[in-house]
């Protein structure tokens, strides 16, 4: 299932092979494998024959430096980094200090949204022996030292921003649960299609919550309820029965002993010295 | 019934054995009506045996170190056979003594060293009247391994001669009496070997150990003792205040006039040694008669032997021998205190229990029979002669003529830790008593070796020992051994609970080669168990200065000795050993008093004696440059109470914040809390090295060497509870974040720079960065919270839920144990410093969760049976070791009773659960009270191939260390520290000078920047903190290549990172969508693309990643 493509590309699956490499210095290349994007159910955002799906994008990579080595393919519209292959968008974060997802490390994958359909092809037929080069001196990636400099100078939490941050959070999140409320309240009592009337908190008869601990302390109420009524150690078959436990415990308990001292004895734990 | 155990054995993991079948018997069988048998069986577990368990193990014991009836019959088969060669022997020529041309010349040596040279008397070989077996064999209490039998063989009462008592002469004569008969055998077929040995280490009383050949292939190890036919000697000769050893013959002078045999000192040793021959017999039909042929008293004399086995008490000179302990049984049957009815157990029990009730260095105990012998020696005639006194049946031995008292001491107080043993209920009792060994380095938590040359005997007349040495034939080093151990007793008071020798195996040589010197060893190691209530005491006081005893006092102390006033207004002697200096030199006090007091007494120079106590502290140190007011770096001790005070300090402004909810309590929750960080952080006051700033921070900079490592502090500040917090997650953590800034600004207020984040808020404080983090219980029940189909809401555990439940419940809680722990025992923080040190330095620490050491560490000090708990913190790192290699982790939970919390169902109910859900639970399951069945801390980590290769390393470590401190002089102790690099594949050195922890590396080398704090650095800006280039870089390779590779790094300053490629990354993969990432494409033989890894790629990112930081790449073929 493979064969070598007609300008010198390599396909793999389906997948065309093209080399990448950090700089112009680097010895050793990674490769990347590309192909139409296609799925079933396609996304406005990653348009069905203008977007290239490509795999094995490396760590260092960022979302500028595969717009411009792909640019000489043609225009670049849009990039996004997966983690993994999605056929949705990736999560935005609204929020500059509480992200929903953390931020992507390692190799990933990247949906590559072309103005021109054409440039697929053109991509596809990137050559096997000519690596693109991310990182150039005009366009130099931030890496090692210089990063983590520049990280710990970011981290930094502008006080006054985030304080107006969760104040607009905050006011749009009452607004919604007094919203909710307020619906809550406007269906108590409504039945629905088949005459159900659900109970909810906010009637004038509140249930009691369905919780499991609730559910539990009922059970065992209800358990010692049971066993109080019972009587213990009046009746003789009670007597003898108790007994007759007793030595079936013991005996159980040697037997236990006794097998235990067997697997001890397998693993060689009386070879004092 | 102390235990029991639940069913159903999985094979455990790691092992190859089936699966053992459900000890479930048939519910018919249950049920069945009882024999009176088995009901016997029943009570008599409960009432003569600890437990039914017990029982068991005992019986297994038992099969496995006694002798096997086939292997007792060649025995005898043996003995029979050289019974009759040795009854058969030819007579001899008479010879003089001093004439032994005629032996030697035919290649043997005599096993004596004979001197003084000159003996009169004539030596006549005649055959053994008699030659009988004797010893353990015979009363069936060997111990394997090393079983030999012992043989009286009889030497004819023709042999002897009259005056024969006299100066060595038996001695002699029976040293030649060995070697004619070595001489003999050696034509003999059936001998295969024969050596020759000291019997106990007594140099006065060589044996022949002949290794006798049955049945063409098997061999016995027989001892010949020779011994005087009854009648021989008048046993009164020997009576203990008698002199037999005349000085004058001794020192090679005349005898001058007529010397009166009543004036010359007394030779208790020499009469011991013979009496010890001529009561052979006696003791032997004596024990044999006692015994009776009971089971249980056999059985239990076995035990004993076991137990004092695995202390190192039952061999060589002053050892607490097997004979001793029967000797002791059988005593106790005369006294009643045992019957022979009684189980194996009982005796045990019983004896040992007498055993830490007696004291035979003030109150001896005596065997001997009623209708006795006239002219028997007194008990206070023994007392004053020995320090230890068990007469035995004929009444004129002392059959621990050679014990000292230390060594007795000794012996009684392993017998009172085996009473604590027996009374616990925890299941492992069994395992301490007898199956786990307690080696003397092990014990003792100092030792030191002194290297006696014959210089020491000038310091004998001092001492008064000139007449013992006469006695001892020349062995000063036991000579001088008991006044050494008396002195030190004395010097070192109250800061020891134990002070002991360390018994030596006595030499074995071949016949044909001469005897070793007398004294064959010159090397004595003495080990000190440690009160550490008083150990580290920096002062001595003496007595008020007009008392009578100061002049004695001073004359002991001499030049140390000092006249000081103390607080209450006293004036007395006094002896002060360090002012002010940091707890790791409080903590070898003891090797100062020993220096000083062993230079003063014996004129021991400085160069003979190694002492053993804080060779680790090194590890601990951290060299640093220190301008201003702090204290000297140690090991670290002063630092973390510096820093503590620091935190009280912040807690109560904490307390004091106007919030709108209460804080409940407050805990730090970083390793320094509980004591464990390795190195204490100092106040972040460096010298600067040209930082870049911006207006509240100091600022990293990529084209300049890394700022010097200072850490966070993190803090959790419990909320009180309330219902106001919203129900929504992210509405939760909006909601925390304000609380955040609220805190800053009140802190700000105190005058104290601040940091907010979302999450936290940083504040500075004396230098200290503490990152104070609120925290409530609700959003652990948020996490968790969850709604089934049918509405019902439930509460599972999420991974979330746990990670936040670990970091603000658990951790803290535990912090705050081990704190208290510290408190309690304060060698505790050094030993876990050290064990985190040794894993971080075998680059394992990012694999091994550093809680799991420390509760490992825990467990040391908390169940230290079958040892006290651990009084330094090297003997304390060389249990971790030996727990970390020794303990059966795949079947066995390590139950870590922190605040000893838990009870005796707790225990059973966690090894039966343990049992039954083995394959579920982590690798190293660690239990505590506060969480019992889940092992929190070591869920993920480590893996099978890391918890091997740590448990190599540490039984490796241990036995590099052992070997060190025998001989400490010399050696390097940060060889155990030292990784070895062989097994990465890839290594990568990084640039020196961005290791922001290079200081704290294991060895230093000549470019490693020492921090310099100075005092006088004020700046209201924020220091640079937990920046560790190192860090993020290894985060980022994790991140990245974690399907390739592991990453191995020594956080302490380590300048490697040792990269190991997994197992499966050679192997060519079909082409996968999820399989791709940092592949190469290859064609493989059958026309199919295939992927390999990228390995050169690879490689090439670790470079590209860590710009800057990477100085090299070394790729391993």
């Known amino acids: ?273 | 019934m102390g235990t029991d155990m639940e069913d159903d054995k999985r094979s455990p993991i790691g092992s190859d054995e089936p699966p053992l079948k459900q000890a479930r018997l048939s519910k018919g069988k249950l049920y069945m009506p009882p024999t009176n048998e088995e009901l016997n069986q029943l009570r008599e577990t409960e009432n003569l045996f600890h437990s039914s368990l017990f029982r068991l193990q005992i019986s297994e014991l038992l099969s496995e170190v006694r002798l096997k009836e086939k292997r007792k019959r060649i025995m005898n088969i043996a003995a029979k056979e050289l019974r009759q060669i040795l009854l058969k022997l030819p007579e001899g020529k008479e010879h003089d003594i001093m004439h032994q041309k005629w032996l030697t010349k035919s290649g043997f040596q005599v096993p004596l060293n004979q001197n003084p040279w000159d003996v009169k008397g004539k030596f006549h070989f005649l055959p053994p009247k008699e030659a009988t077996i004797i010893g353990s064999f015979t009363s069936d209490t060997c111990v394997k391994p090393d079983v030999h039998l012992d043989m009286m063989v009889v030497i004819p009462k023709e042999c002897i001669q009259a005056k024969d008592h006299l100066n060595h002469r038996y001695a002699r004569k029976r040293a030649l009496y060995l070697t004619v008969l070595a001489k003999h055998l050696d034509n003999q077929p059936k001998v295969e070997d024969l050596m020759f040995t000291y019997h106990h280490g007594n140099h006065l009383k060589p044996v022949l150990v002949v290794t006798f050949k049955v049945e063409d292939c098997k061999l016995v190890n027989i001892h010949l003792h020779p011994v005087p036919e009854e009648g021989s000697f008048k046993v009164n000769r020997f009576h203990i205040c008698k002199n037999n050893i005349r000085p004058h013959w001794y020192r090679g002078q005349a005898a001058v006039g007529d010397q009166v045999e009543e004036n010359q000192p007394s030779t208790p040793f020499y009469n011991s040694t013979v009496l010890e021959d001529l009561t052979m017999k006696t003791n032997q039909e004596f024990l044999m008669q006692q015994q009776e042929d009971s089971s249980g008293v056999k059985e239990g004399i076995t035990l004993l032997k076991v137990w004092l086995r695995q202390r190192e008490l039952d061999y060589g000179y002053g050892g607490f021998t097997g004979f001793i302990m029967s000797m002791y049984v059988t005593y106790l049957l005369s006294q009643r205190k045992l019957n022979v009815l009684m189980s194996s157990y009982q005796v045990m029990r019983n004896t040992l229990i007498n055993l830490t009730k007696s004291d035979w260095t003030t109150e001896g105990i005596s065997l001997q029979a009623p209708e006795g012998q006239p002219h028997i020696p007194t008990m206070s005639d023994f007392h004053d002669n020995f320090d230890v006194v068990f007469v035995d049946r004929s009444g004129f031995l002392n059959i621990c003529y050679s014990v000292n008292s230390n060594t007795f001491q000794r012996v009684r107080h392993e017998a009172e830790l085996a009473i604590e043993m027996l009374e616990r209920i925890d299941l492992d009792n069994f395992e301490s008593l007898f199956m786990k060994p307690v080696p003397f380095h092990l014990k003792f938590d100092h030792m030191f070796h002194i290297n006696c040359t014959d210089d020491l005997i000038t310091s004998f007349d001092g001492l008064g020992l000139s007449e013992q040495l006469i006695d001892s034939c020349g062995d000063y080093v036991q000579t001088c051994l008991p006044t050494i151990l008396k002195i030190l007793g004395k010097a070192l008071g109250k800061r020891v609970r134990l002070l002991q020798n360390k018994l030596i195996s006595p030499p074995k040589w071949y016949v044909t080669s001469s005897p070793p010197k007398v004294p064959f060893t010159d090397r004595l190691t003495v080990g000190l168990l440690l009160d550490p209530e008083y150990s580290s005491n920096v002062l001595d006081k003496g007595p008020s200065a007009d008392l009578a005893e100061a002049a004695e006092f001073r004359e002991f102390w001499g030049e140390k000795c000092e006249l000081r006033r103390f607080q209450d207004g006293s004036i007395c002697e006094a002896v002060l050993w360090a002012a002010g200096g940091t707890m790791s030199t409080k903590r070898l006090i003891c090797s100062k008093i020993v220096t000083y007091v062993l230079k003063k007494c014996l004129g021991l120079s400085k160069k003979n004696l190694d002492y053993i106590g804080g060779q680790l502290d090194d590890l601990l140190h951290m060299p640093i440059h220190i301008k201003g007011n702090l204290p000297p770096y140690g090991t670290g001790e002063e630092q973390t109470l510096a820093i503590m005070n620091v935190y009280d300090d912040l807690c109560k402004i904490l307390r004091r914040l106007e919030l709108p909810l209460t804080i409940n309590s407050i805990q730090g929750t970083s390793p320094v809390f509980r004591h464990t960080e390795v190195f204490s952080p100092l106040p972040a006051k460096y010298k600067h090295v040209e930082y870049a700033s911006d207006d509240v921070r100091l600022l990293p900079r990529a084209d300049k060497p890394c700022p010097v490592w200072s850490p966070i502090q993190k803090v959790v500040c419990l909320l009180e509870g309330s219902g106001h917090w919203p129900d929504d997650l992210e509405a939760l953590r909006r909601v925390k974040a304000a609380f955040h800034i609220k805190v800053a600004e009140l802190l700000n207020q105190n005058k104290l720079p601040v940091q907010v984040q979302p999450t936290s808020v940083l504040v500075l404080k004396d230098g200290y960065v503490f990152q104070v983090e609120l925290a409530h219980t609700r959003e652990i029940g948020l996490l968790k919270l969850t709604k089934t189909q049918d509405g019902m809401v439930k509460m599972r555990d999420t991974e979330q839920s746990l990670a936040l439940e670990k970091e603000i419940i658990a951790l803290p809680k535990l912090t705050s144990t081990l704190h208290g722990l510290q408190q309690q025992c304060n060698s505790f923080s050094g030993t876990v410093r050290l064990a985190n040190r040794w894993v971080a330095a075998q680059m394992l620490s990012d694999f091994v969760p550093d809680i799991a050491v420390d509760l490992m560490v825990a467990h040391i000090y908390i169940a230290p049976l079958p040892f006290k708990v651990p009084g330094s913190p090297l003997v304390g790192f060389q249990r971790f070791l030996t727990l970390l290699s020794t303990f059966d982790w795949s079947t066995s939970p390590l139950i870590i009773n922190l605040n000893y919390k838990f009870t005796k169902e707790d225990l059973t109910e966690i090894r039966s659960r343990f049992t039954k859900e083995r394959s579920t639970l982590p690798l190293m399951f660690l239990s505590t009270p506060e969480d019992k069945f889940s092992s929190l801390w070591t869920k993920r980590a480590p893996t099978a191939p890391i918890l091997q290769r740590l448990i190599l390393l540490a039984s490796e470590s241990l036995k590099v260390l052992n070997k060190q401190l025998e001989n400490s002089d010399g050696q390097d102790f940060r060889q155990i520290f030292r990784p070895p690099l062989d097994v990465y594949n890839v290594l990568i050195h990084l640039c020196q000078k961005q290791l922001p922890r290079q200081h704290q590396a294991v060895d230093l080398r000549k470019d490693t920047y020492i921090p310099c704090y100075q005092d006088d650095v004020e700046s209201n800006k924020f220091p640079i903190t937990q920046f560790d280039p190192v860090q993020i870089y290894l985060k980022e390779l994790r991140a990245s290549y974690d399907e390739f590779a592991l990453f191995f790094h020594d956080t302490f300053g380590g300048n490697v990172i040792g990269v190991i490629w997994k197992p499966n990354v050679f192997v060519p993969q079909q082409f996968k969508v999820s399989h791709v990432n940092a592949h190469k494409p290859q064609a493989s033989a059958g026309q199919e693309m295939e992927l390999v890894s990228n390995i050169e790629a690879i490689v090439e990112d670790f470079r590209i990643l860590g710009g800057g930081l990477v100085a090299s790449i070394e790729v391993k073929s």
């Open chain 1, 1 to 273: 299932m493979s064969a070598t493509g007609k300008y010198g590309s390599v396909v793999v699956q389906g997948f065309s092979v093209v080399p990448v490499k950090f700089s112009e210095k680097s010895k050793a290349a990674h490769y990347l494998y590309l192909k139409e994007h296609t799925v079933r159910d396609s996304d406005a955002h990653k348009p069905k024959n203008r977007t290239l799906f490509v795999l094995s994008v490396p760590p260092y990579c960022t979302e500028e430096s595969l717009r411009r080595v792909f640019t000489q393919c043609g225009k670049v519209q849009r990039v996004y980094l997966h983690r993994k292959p999605t056929a949705g968008l990736p999560v935005l974060d609204s929020s500059k200090y509480f992200p929903a997802t953390p931020p992507i490390q390692g190799f990933k994958v990247a949906y590559i949204v072309f103005k021109d359909p054409k440039s697929i092809q053109r991509a596809k037929n990137l050559p096997y022996d000519k690596p693109l080069i991310l990182s150039t001196p005009e366009h130099p990636l931030l890496i090692g030292l210089n990063k983590w400099c520049k990280e710990y100078e970011e981290n930094v939490v502008d006080v006054r921003e985030m304080q107006t941050e969760i104040d607009n959070f905050m006011a749009k999140f009452d607004q919604k649960q007094e919203e909710e409320l307020r619906k809550a309240k406007e269906n108590e009592g409504v039945p629905d299609e088949e005459g159900w009337v659900t109970v909810t908190r906010v009637g004038k008869k509140k249930g009691i919550p369905r919780t499991e601990a609730l559910d539990k302390k009922a059970k065992e109420k209800e358990r010692k309820k049971r066993k109080e009524k019972e009587l213990l150690n009046f009746y003789t078959f009670q007597n003898r029965e108790n007994k007759r436990d007793e030595i079936a415990k013991l005996r159980k308990k040697f037997e236990e002993d006794k097998q235990r001292i067997v697997l001890m004895k397998a693993s060689r734990k009386f070879r004092p010295y």
